[in-house]
T-cell receptor, first 111, second 120 residues
Framework: RKEVEQDPGPFNVPEGATVAFNCTYS??????FFWYRQDCRKEPKLLMS???SGNEDGRFTAQLNRASQYISLLIRDSKLSDSATYLC????????????FGGGTRLMVKP | GAVVSQHPSRVICKSGTSVKIECRSL??????MFWYRQFPKQSLMLMAT?????????EQGVEKDKFLINHASLTLSTLTVTSAHPEDSSFYIC????????????????FGPGTRLTVL
């Protein structure tokens, strides 16, 4: 079983739609959680950290459920520019701050 | 934010040659840098952790004699792919860890733009 699992998609949604991605992680020692965005043939870029209490950044909302080892990302009012692959990432501090990446979920926003 | 550069951005080489990729943190010091590899339609896979002034730590299955890592300064790590073969063709990405900033609860990793290696 992969340490971080995501539905690869693609999720095809119209502009303005709300879309949610889920992610599960297997290692209970995971301590920090992130969503990264990766455009085709580019490096990943940090979208947002995920905090236990949930956090919001504009149209993006992230949630963490430690008991279920589950992370989510909600995107409201999707824009064409949101089309990308979204990577769920966990960090185990006892493993030297190593980041473990999920396989990514591809989002395509259509006009 | 912080800036990490990689050079070259793209390299095409013949089988059997060695290729060196540089990763630089431009506006902060990074005692730790990471090297990843990404094959098409797959996620990033950590290859090794590069520690300034000491030996790199390699992930299981990554040959340390084939992928030589040197982290000679706080702003530069290099990855040399020795005797490259077509199966080494991939997207190589480095990241540099910036220590926790005020208000943050963890360190942040910043990624370089990647190097696309094609071995003929």
């Amino acid at each position: 079983r992969k340490e971080v699992e995501q539905d690869p998609g693609p999720f095809n949604v119209p502009e303005g739609a709300t879309v949610a991605f889920n992610c599960t992680y297997s290692n209970s020692a995971s301590q920090s959680f992130f969503w990264y965005r990766q455009d085709c043939r580019k490096e990943p870029k940090l979208l947002m950290s995920v905090y236990s209490s949930g956090n919001e950044d504009g149209r993006f909302t992230a949630q963490l459920n430690r008991a279920s080892q589950y992370i989510s990302l909600l995107i409201r009012d999707s824009k064409l520019s949101d089309s990308a692959t979204y990577l769920c990432v966990v960090n185990r501090r006892n493993a030297g701050n190593m980041l473990t990446f999920g396989g990514g979920t591809r989002l395509m926003v259509k006009p | 934010g912080a800036v990490v550069s990689q050079h070259p951005s793209r390299v095409i080489c013949k089988s059997g040659t060695s290729v060196k990729i540089e990763c630089r943190s431009l506006d902060f010091q990074a005692t730790t840098m990471f090297w990843y590899r990404q094959f098409p339609k797959q996620s990033l896979m950590l290859m090794a952790t590069s520690n300034e002034g000491s030996k790199a730590t390699y992930e299981q299955g990554v040959e340390k004699d084939k992928f030589l890592i040197n982290h000679a300064s706080l702003t530069l790590s290099t990855l040399t792919v020795t005797s490259a073969h077509p199966e080494d063709s991939s997207f190589y990405i480095c990241s540099a860890r910036k220590h926790r900033e005020a208000g943050a609860n963890t360190d942040t990793q910043y990624f370089g733009p990647g190097t696309r290696l094609t071995v003929l």
